[in-house]
């Protein structure tokens, strides 16, 4: 599977559960690096806001 989001790419979460305090205020991440794809096909990113970094996965995310 490609990727369908670029390094360095702006993009934004789906929906951030609202407990969860790692969601940036802006809802605002950018792409710092792609990884592979899991089990079920779906590849991944590692996105960052500020000094928030996290791992998601592809349906998660929005340009």
Do not use: C
């Not at 790692?22 to 710092?32: F, H, L, Q």
């Not at 792609?34 to 929005?62: H, K, N, Q, W």
């Amino acid at each position: 599977m490609l990727h369908k989001f670029k390094i360095r790419q702006m993009v934004r979460l789906v929906r951030a559960p609202i407990s969860d305090s790692r969601a940036s205020g802006s809802g605002i991440y950018e792409v710092t690096r792609l990884m592979p794809a899991d089990e079920t096909g779906e590849v991944s990113y590692r996105i960052r806001a500020g000094v928030t970094e996290r791992a998601v996965r592809e349906s998660e995310i929005r340009a």
